[in-house]
């Protein structure tokens, strides 16, 4: 089972990028996944999940900006995200976990598989 993330690079400020993982070896149809992030010198943070039924959660710094969404046709989620700002800076990963839908979303404790991870630079 392999999710490989991609979409990450530079943008500026108040710009927007589009993040995208596609998983293989398996179909995550039913699954739930999610998106988290890693800023230099901080813990992996919490930033959006989607369920099986396509209910989504955001963290509360995301909210408004950011927007995931799934395409089971391609295996496939995205995390599209406007108004970009520095703060937003860092490694992204997608995750997936077993069940369909999960109580602790923002743990990534709950998630079985993890991709690389992609840089997203924001800069002012």
């Known amino acids: 089972v392999q999710l490989q993330a991609s979409g990450g690079g530079s943008v500026q400020a108040g710009g927007s990028r589009r993040l995208s993982c596609a998983a293989s070896g398996r179909t995550f149809k039913t699954n739930h996944m999610g998106w988290f992030r890693r800023a230099p010198g901080k813990e992996r943070e919490f930033v959006a999940a989607i369920n099986w039924k396509s209910t989504t959660y955001y963290a509360d710094s995301v909210k408004g900006r950011f927007t995931i969404s799934r395409d089971n046709t391609k295996n496939t989620i995205h995390l599209q995200m406007n108004s970009l700002k520095p703060e937003d800076t860092a490694v992204y990963y997608c995750?997936?976990?077993?069940?369909?839908?999960?109580?602790?979303?923002?743990?990534?404790?709950?998630?079985?598989?993890w991709g690389q991870g992609t840089q997203v630079t924001v800069s002012s």
């Open positions: 995750a997936a976990a077993e069940a369909l839908a999960i109580t602790h979303y923002s743990t990534d404790a709950e998630y079985d598989y």
